[in-house]
């Protein structure tokens, strides 16, 4: 009897995200043991396996089936440990070059997010090579290996065992069985002999096209013309729309599962859809995986009476491509057969070209003398006559701006020369709208204005030092419209910080011929990347050579972060954070809420008033829309308390946006409960990542819920 041989490699390097590597291990074991043929196979695993251990695994073991089990990153290899236990890759050159050396391998399993991209490279040595053409939850990994691994044990083919591997993925209700792709010498001849392509292999390829419907429900035109499309092409493919979720279905999870599953996102863009948090998020998730997934799942933009030009950051995702049209009922059978044309290859009607003739109303953005920063949105047009949308930054002329004591500091601060300034706070607290104004007074001091987004740096920069500090270069360089020198400073043998400040000390000072405000937002994704520390500190030293070195003196640092995780940077004397001038948005006061009201024409009387603040607590947003609804006559005050929590109520799709947004983060999950019913949290990092979120806050020693909405929503929710 011959005996197989499966060698385990669980890689899980220190600085990457956690992987339940060992019961995947516990998994694939059982599944053998249990089996009648377990004799058959031989299972030795392999942990923090370094990169120059690999071939010497390989070569001591020498085994039928390799099992890799850890973070793939698409082209650039698979994710392997040094001798510090921190991520380093393994190229797929690298892997093309091993598994031709190697002999006996019968079948290799990238158990990895992202490793579809081996597949060729190895497939043109080994006969069965499976990988995962996307992100893959640690649930769905597990549920396929145990799977695949049954089939063996059963004494199925590799083809077989592929198979049930998918089926554990569907019996679990997890909606990633398309995930897994098969490759391979064995696989590409029997496709080539069925007339396909020899490339990777659909886990289900007689299937046809999965399509997610983005809308904003309890809304007209949005609803009907999603049920309508609904309808009709779930005729013909695979079709999903929250509204089929069956009673007691985890929503978020499945939302972002069947995004990840789509080869197209619909999504419809109306006046309203367009302010829709959990619209926004859709559209930013679908264009985030699209960009590891070779443009899967293509999104087709319609929009539904709608001219505005997309403000940001929608602009950013959906300016670039092509969208649809829909005025009125009679264009729904047009519609349909636009959007069938573009999944089969075509494109939609309204080209980029055609967008900059002016077929959409003149761009707020367009007419602004400095960058707009990153808000949920941009200012919007006054709805109705006398009332302004409660989304995103406000226009510098806004009457429904309520001016804290901050404002007056930044607003003073930014007219002298060679400062900092550091503007914290939760979202949607004012940030942007505070900095909005502090670039505006920059500009009448005489300043020149460069605004770098931080969220749009894309997650390859942020997990790549040299990638990032090169992008972050021309990037201001772009901004500034001056000569691109950045491939010349990166010649020199020094370190990314050193390179990066003689490129704006000696590159860029020296052409400006005014002082420049560097204007940083959403600076806190970069606490979570491997050079926070080198970076943060060339900021400080940014600040600190305005003493000895006047050209530095012409720069201004402006940092608008939502949290500020101190023990995440290792020496405080070499953080930005805590010079200059430093300041934390509050909450509204009373009085403030009041000023609001009255600003709104009094749609709240003085109890309705008193119990708002009781429910949002001051929160700016809750604030503003609470006020914007009832003044607009879009519900009564009665009905606004009444439906605080209800998830098609005023607040629904804002609560929905939190929960969406945590719900795969078990750690986050559990310190909320925690402090919902205990009120402390200990882990620091927690909190500062809840606080951030803008979900709770700390009074002396205790934490609680920001509010009493968020107390009572996600009570009953996370519960």
Not at 213 to 240: C, M, T
Not at 444 to 468: P, T, W
Not at 509 to 537: C, H, Y
């Amino acid at each position: 009897m011959t005996t197989r041989k499966i060698l385990i490699l669980a890689v899980n390097p220190k600085d990457t995200a956690r992987l339940r590597l060992d019961e995947e291990m516990r998994q694939v074991k059982e599944a053998l043991q249990r089996s009648d043929n377990r004799d058959r196979y031989e299972v030795v695993s392999e942990t923090a396996v370094r990169t120059h251990d690999l071939r010497r695994h390989v070569m001591h073991h020498k085994p039928q089936i390799i099992h890799f089990s850890g973070h793939g990153t698409g082209d650039k290899g698979l994710a392997f440990e040094d001798k510090n236990g921190t991520a380093k890759l393994i190229s797929t050159a690298t892997l093309d070059r091993l598994f031709r050396l190697c002999r006996g391998v019968e079948c290799v399993l990238l158990n990895a997010c992202h490793s579809a991209a081996q597949i060729e490279a190895i497939g043109q040595h080994v006969d069965y090579v499976i990988g995962m053409n996307q992100a893959i939850g640690d649930r769905a990994a597990i549920s396929f290996a145990e799977g695949f691994y049954d089939g063996l044990g059963d004494n199925r083919s590799y083809d077989e065992a592929f198979e049930f591997g998918l089926l554990a993925i569907e019996s679990e209700g997890i909606a990633e069985a398309q995930t897994p792709v098969l490759g391979g010498r064995a696989k590409g001849e029997r496709e080539r002999a069925k007339g396909v392509g020899a490339g990777l292999v659909p886990a289900h390829p007689e299937e046809t096209a999965r399509i997610f419907i983005s809308y904003k429900r309890d809304l007209a035109p949005d609803e009907p013309v999603a049920l309508a499309l609904y309808e009709v092409l779930g005729q013909q493919h695979e079709v999903f729309i929250d509204q089929t979720m069956l009673v007691g279905t985890r929503w978020a999870e499945q939302i972002e599962a069947e995004i990840r599953q789509a080869d197209a996102l619909i999504v419809l863009l109306s006046e309203q859809s367009v302010q829709s948090e959990m619209v926004q998020q859709e559209i930013a998730l679908a264009h985030e995986i699209a960009e590891d997934n070779g443009g899967k799942p293509q999104i087709l933009p319609v929009r539904l009476a709608y001219r505005e030009p997309f403000q940001y950051p929608l602009g950013v995702y959906l300016n670039p491509i092509n969208w649809a049209v829909w005025d009125s009922d009679v264009d729904t059978p047009s519609l349909i057969e636009e959007l069938t044309q573009a999944m089969a290859g075509g494109t939609l009607s309204v080209s980029t070209e055609q967008q900059k003739q002016g077929l959409l109303a003149p761009s707020v953005e367009t007419q602004a003398s400095i960058p707009r920063p990153l808000p949920a949105a941009q200012p919007t047009s006054l709805r109705p006559a006398s009332l302004e949308l409660p989304e995103g930054t406000m226009d510098l002329e806004s009457a429904f701006y309520i001016a804290r004591p901050s404002d007056q500091v930044a607003l003073q601060t930014i007219q002298r020369q060679g400062v900092t300034i550091t503007i914290k706070g939760p979202r949607q607290m004012g940030k942007s709208s505070l900095l909005n104004r502090t670039m505006a007074k920059a500009v009448e001091a005489g300043k020149q204005v460069a605004f770098l987004d931080f969220q749009l740096f894309d997650r390859a920069a942020l997990q790549d030092a040299d990638e990032f500090y090169q992008q972050f270069c021309f990037w201001l360089t772009d901004e500034l419209e001056l000569d691109d020198q950045v491939e010349a400073y990166w010649q020199k043998p020094l370190g990314n910080p050193q390179r990066c400040t003689r490129y704006v000390g000696r590159h860029i000072l020296k052409t400006l011929d005014q002082p420049l405000v560097l204007a940083m937002d959403e600076v806190e994704r970069i606490f979570d990347t491997p050079f926070r520390n080198d970076f943060f500190s060339m900021l400080r030293s940014w600040h600190n050579q305005r003493a000895t070195k006047p050209i530095w003196k012409r720069l201004d640092l402006t940092l608008v972060t939502s949290t500020e995780p101190y023990q995440l940077i290792a020496d405080l004397n070499q953080s930005p954070f805590n010079v200059g001038e430093n300041l934390r948005l509050q909450d509204f006061s009373a009085q403030q809420v009041h000023d609001l009201n009255q600003t709104h024409g009094l749609p709240l009387s003085a109890v309705e008033e008193q119990r708002l603040m009781q429910l949002v607590n001051g929160h700016p947003y809750l604030v503003r829309k609470a006020l914007y609804l009832v003044a607009s006559g879009r519900m009564s005050a009665s009905e606004l308390f009444a439906h605080a929590r209800a998830e098609n109520g005023p607040f629904g799709d804002h609560l929905k946006y939190h929960l969406f947004r945590m719900y795969d983060n078990k750690a986050l999950v559990n310190g909320f409960l925690r402090i919902l019913r205990e009120q402390t949290c200990e882990d620091e990092v927690l909190y500062f990542r809840l606080h951030g979120a803008g979900l709770v806050c700390r009074e002396g020693q205790s934490v609680f819920p920001r509010c009493q909405l968020y107390a009572d929503y996600f009570k009953e929710h996370l519960g």
